[in-house]
């Protein structure tokens, strides 16, 4: 195993257990366990329908993504949809980076001092995992 491929599999792990949270976090909002107005710019928590519906949507993003890595690493669909994969794994780190900003501009809060990091970070991953040679 090269270099790359070793990175590459660490990162999808370290990845797919940080969605895994992300996935766990986005349940305890919709259930009330963390309050909604953490999430979304505060603007969801005002009408508890759409709070849940913007976090089930996110937590389908979330899966998603799981899915992408997984099939990225050949843990799923080994060798199946490859070109697909690979360009989703990209889209991914766009949308890392995109949230990224979203989180930076949300003002002080929350969402900029914790997500925001995380999302950098899942940013990173993302990275590596859609240049490795996997």
């Not at 919709?30 to 519906?53: E, F, H, K, Q, Y």
């Not at 890392?96 to 899942?122: H, I, K, Q, S």
Request: net charge positive; aromatic share 8%.
């Amino acid at each position: 195993m090269s270099n790359s491929q070793r990175a590459g599999t660490l990162a999808a792990r370290g990845l797919i257990g940080l969605l895994a949270l992300l996935a766990v976090f986005h349940v305890l909002v919709m259930t009330g366990v963390v309050p909604g107005d953490i999430v979304w710019g505060g603007r969801a928590d005002s009408d508890r329908l759409n709070l849940v519906l913007m976090e089930l949507s996110a937590l389908l993003v979330t899966l998603l993504f799981i899915g992408i890595v997984a099939a990225r690493t050949g843990f799923i669909l080994r060798g199946k949809l490859r070109k697909t994969v690979c360009v989703a794994a990209w889209v991914m780190f766009a949308y890392f980076l995109l949230n990224f900003v979203g989180n930076m501009t949300a003002g002080p809060g929350v969402e900029m001092y914790a997500f925001g990091p995380l999302t950098l970070v899942l940013a990173g991953l993302s990275f590596v995992v859609a240049r490795s040679k996997l």
